[in-house]
């Protein structure tokens, strides 16, 4: 409730991505549609903050537990993006609102992948690709949580391991998304990650280039997806060679 997506979208992405609830491609079959993308609301949050015990008890602004340790925390980010810092930055702003202190950490990759293998960061944000249809095991099912597996917040939901088990043997799709679609329901609630952003891209294509086609995924790239037409430039015009 504290992370206004529609600004993040608005300001540092100009418009090129939505505000996202969950793991799955919107263009996908695997989203629950019915499930709404919680909208910024800073007094919601403060009284679920309040309620969990955490308040401003010595009037300076920043928020304590009932044993008056400040709520602060390092949020974890690859260095080197400039749109990654620009997100974390308004992040920033907005958890100050309610008295929340993040201290931004640009880290290199490696660096990274050691504090997620060794589980050594307090928040960390992360960037996934994702197709029509994904799977969720190595993100999100408890077995996952050992050394080699991507449930880098040690995730176990039963629950949501059984769906997962389940969507993964179903072959029939009319079956098998149903399964996918209550997985999401179970992220929603339940909020292992607090997802941010469906990006988009956008791209610039040198007019020579013939069959670019706007298709369901963007464009049909070469190689995308087994794309069955490639693109090609006409002998006639073709001014470069290997």
Known sequence: ????????????????????????NPLGAQIDPTLPTRPFNLDKAKALLKEAGFEDRDGDGVIESADGEPFRFSLTYPSGSDDYKRIVLLLKDLYVQAGILMDPEP???????????????????????SGFEIDLYQFFHSSQREPGGDNFMAYHNPELDSLIDAARAEMVIEKRMPLWQQAHKILWEDQPYTFLLWRSRLDFVDKRLRNVQQVRAGLNWPGLWRMPYEWYVPADEQKYQD
Not at 107 to 129: E, N, R, V, Y
């Open 1 to 24: 409730l504290l992370t206004d997506r529609q600004r993040l979208v608005d300001e540092v992405l100009l418009g090129y991505a939505k505000p996202a609830n969950g793991p799955f």
């Open 107 to 129: 880290t290199d990759w490696p660096l990274m992948l050691k504090a997620l293998d060794d589980k050594t960061f307090d928040a960390i944000s992360l960037a996934w690709t």
